[in-house]
């Protein structure tokens, strides 16, 4: 008995929890939701954004404000350290709100029992 291929892209790259409605093959949206792809400076809101375009940033407002090589270089380090660290609080903040919601959660629904 032969295995069977699939014959197109589509069938071969499916995946299993993807719906088979044919109003559905065409809904690239849903499509690029189950396939877990994220964005993490904006999945953190307008905070994480604000953090992200000052670390695109620094470099180039750095370089017209400093003109020694030396102090650029120190500058643009301490920059990134710092927007680094802006950005990891962020997430974390994000993270233990989601926990606490997810506690609550938990004790609500152990009163329940």
């Keep these: 008995m032969a295995?069977?291929?699939?014959?197109s892209w589509?069938?071969?790259t499916?995946?299993?929890?993807?719906?088979?409605h044919p109003a559905a093959e065409?809904?690239?949206e849903h499509h690029a939701r189950s396939m877990g792809f994220t964005n993490a400076h904006t999945s953190l809101g307008a905070a994480g954004h604000i953090v992200h375009m000052?670390?695109?940033?620094?470099?180039?407002?750095?370089?017209?404000?400093?003109?020694d090589a030396v102090k650029y270089k120190k500058a643009v380090?301490?920059?990134?350290?710092l927007t680094t660290v802006a950005y990891e609080?962020?997430?974390t903040l994000r993270e233990a709100r989601r926990r606490d919601r997810q506690?609550?959660?938990?004790?609500?629904c152990r009163n329940r029992e």
């Design 3 to 7: 295995h069977q291929y699939a014959q």
């Design 10 to 12: 589509t069938e071969r």
């Design 14 to 20: 499916a995946t299993p929890d993807y719906p088979e």
């Design 26 to 28: 065409d809904d690239l």
């Design 54 to 67: 000052g670390a695109m940033l620094f470099p180039v407002l750095a370089a017209e404000l400093i003109s």
């Design 77 to 81: 380090r301490i920059g990134s350290v």
């Design 89 to 91: 609080s962020l997430y």
């Design 103 to 108: 506690d609550a959660k938990l004790a609500e």
